[in-house]
Nanobody
Framework: QVQLVESGGGLVQPGGSLRLSCAAS????????MRWHRQAPGKERELVAA????????NYADSVKGRFTISRDNAKNTVYLQMNSLKPEDTAFYYC???????????WGQGTQVTVSS
């Protein structure tokens, strides 16, 4: 059974940090590019960060460049999103996504809420 389980969300003050984790199971993790998306109330879901299967290449939305870092541990089947210098506009539900490297297999987690507020 395929599972992507996010954790690490919560309430943080502006300028603070959070580290999201996404634990994967039920598929061959190293065959999948991993992404973090987010969706704020009333807005469309947007891609935040992505990482290739081996972790050698990453890319980020302009809005988070320099503040967020995506990484993966293939031995633990886990992808992370380190979020620093958080802003109120980062408030959203954050979702983990797995996209197969060569076919259309695509999986989503249930998401974790991040709220940035004083």
């Amino acid at each position: 059974q395929v599972q992507l389980v996010e954790s690490g969300g919560g309430l943080v003050q502006p300028g603070g940090s959070l580290r999201l984790s996404c634990a994967a199971s039920g598929f061959i993790f190293t065959n999948y590019r991993m992404r973090w998306h987010r969706q704020a109330p009333g807005k469309e879901r947007e891609l935040v960060a992505a990482i290739t299967t081996g972790g050698g290449n990453t890319n980020y939305a302009d809005s988070v460049k320099g503040r967020f870092t995506i990484s993966r541990d293939n031995a633990k089947n886990t992808v992370y999103l380190q979020m620093n210098s958080l802003k109120p506009e980062d408030t959203a539900f954050y979702y983990c996504n797995a996209q197969h490297n060569t076919n259309n297999a695509n999986y989503w987690g249930q998401g974790t809420q991040v709220t940035v507020s004083s």
